[in-house]
């Protein structure tokens, strides 16, 4: 019976852990396992498996689920929240931006102080080079390298301290 409690708390543990990483539905999946962990355990009580340690067992397992749950339903239930997050405006098409390190075609650029992921749609563009973002796509932007000598490194970091 041990070994199916340390099983499901096992699994209840890694969902949390998983909840970090790749979002609420790992926390939801997590308070599944949690769940079932504590069923088991007030069973294993009801058993007249009294030991100590099933109590501290049972009433962390019921805290840490308690609390996957409630993070779990509350960005599941307003997913809208999370859509904001780390998005672009969709207003910086048009905009000119600088290479920070070299687009061969993918990259970090600086576009109005910022810095993104970024794809060029055009080819190469050198570290320092002007690029235009002409599309934003999810958290990448896709630019078009502009054909202008690129800035030196002094001046790519006076630019990055002006913005």
Known sequence: MW??????????LLGAIAGLHVGPHGHAVGAVAGVLAAVWLIVMLAL??????????????VSIT???????WRV????????EQNTPPPSCEGHVGLAV???????????????WSAVSVNGNVPAGGR?????????????????????????LKDEGASS
């Open 3 to 12: 070994i199916v409690a340390g099983i499901l708390l096992g699994l209840a």
């Open 48 to 61: 007249g498996d009294a030991r100590p340690i099933l109590y501290v067992l049972l009433g962390a397992d």
């Open 66 to 72: 308690a609390l996957m749950g409630f993070a779990g």
């Open 76 to 83: 599941l239930a307003s997913p809208h929240a999370m859509a």
């Open 101 to 115: 390190g070299g687009l061969e075609p993918g990259g970090i650029v600086r576009v109005d102080g910022e810095e």
């Open 131 to 155: 690029v235009q973002v002409i599309r934003v796509n999810g958290v990448k932007l896709e630019v078009w390298g502009e054909d202008l000598p690129a800035l030196s490194p002094r001046a």
